[in-house]
C-alpha cells in the first residue's frame, strides 16, 4: 500500500502482468487511442469505467503516511523516559547499568510499537480504498448526496450519465465488479484475519492486566507502563473499529446504487426514452441480482449496523474495564 513506482523499478507492463496476461489489454484497452476516440464520441466502455475507479482509489498511498507511523511509534517510544524524568529528574536512570537498559528498551519499544502501528493501519488504508471506490463511483452516477459530502472536501467527481438502457446495464456491471463482491477473498483472508489476531490480542492483554495483581504480588504499574498500555489498546480498538465502520459504508453503497437504479427508471418514464420500457425491465431484474449480493464482511461477519453497535459496545466496555483496572494497579509519583 505504500509502494510507489519510479525509474528504478518494473515497468508499469510489468506491474499490470498477472498469471492471465496484461490486465489493461485483457480489459479490451490495450489500444489507448481507441479508448480516447470512443470517449470523444461520446461512448465509455463499462471495462474502461471499471479500470479507471479502481486505479483512482487503489493508488499508491502518500509516503506521509508511513512517517505517520514513525512518529506515533517514537512518541509512544518515548513516553516511558519521559514520564521516568517527571517522576525522578533521570530519563534513563542514574547508573551505567540502568542507562544501558533503558536504551535497549526504548529500541525495542520503538520498533515494535512501529510494527504494531503499521499491522493496525493495514485494514483501515484497505477499507479506506475500498469507500472512496464506492463513493467515486456513486458520485460520478449522479448520487447528489455523495456528490454533495466530496464537493465539501473538494473532490469533483467525472459525471456519467445514465440515459439508456446500454447505461442502466453498464452501470449495473460496474457496480456489481467493484462492489462488495471485489476482491472478496482478499478481504477475508487478510482484513478480517488481521482484525480477529487484533482482537485475540487485545482478550490476551486484558486478561494480563486483569491477573497482574495476582502476579505482581501487589506491586503496582508506573505511569510510564499504564500509558503504554493504554495506548497499544486504544490503538487497536480503534482498528477495529475504524475498519468496521468504513466496511458498513461500503455495504450501505449497494443500496444507494440500487435507488441510482431507480431513478433512471422514473426518468426513462417521466422523460419517455425511446427504450423506456428496455430500461423498467432491466432496473426489475438486474435490481434484483444486486440485491442479493453478499456484503462485505469484517471479523468473519458481516459488516452490517448491528455488528457495527456491537464492536461499538464490546469495545468500550472493554477499554473502560481495562482502563479502571490500569488506574487501580497505578502507582503515584
Known sequence: LFYKWDPGHPTPHDLRGSTYGDVQSLLGMGDVDAVEAEVRDGRLRASVAAYFFVLSAFRASPQTEFFRSVVVGLTASLIHPVCSFLATGHPLGTTAAEVVFEVLRFLGFFVMALLYVLYNIFPILDASKRLEMCNSLLSSFGHAETQSYRREWGVDDVPMAIDSADGVTAFWAVSRALGPEFLRGMCLRYNSGYLVVTLVHLCIMSAGVACHDLLSEGVGLDWGSVLEIGLCFVMAASSILATTLMTEQCNE?????????????????????????????????????????????????????????????????????????????????
Request: glycine share 4%.
Open 253 to 333: 453503497a449497494t443500496h444507494l446504487s440500487l435507488r441510482i437504479l431507480e431513478r433512471a427508471r422514473v426518468e426513462a418514464v417521466v422523460k419517455k426514452w425511446p427504450d423506456k420500457d428496455e430500461v423498467v425491465e432491466l432496473v426489475d431484474v438486474l435490481g434484483a441480482n444486486l440485491a442479493d449480493v453478499k456484503p462485505i464482511q469484517m471479523l468473519y461477519m458481516p459488516a452490517t449496523k448491528e455488528v457495527l453497535s456491537l464492536v461499538w459496545s464490546f469495545g468500550s466496555y472493554g477499554l473502560a474495564l481495562v482502563f479502571q483496572q490500569l488506574r487501580g494497579q497505578l502507582k503515584s509519583l
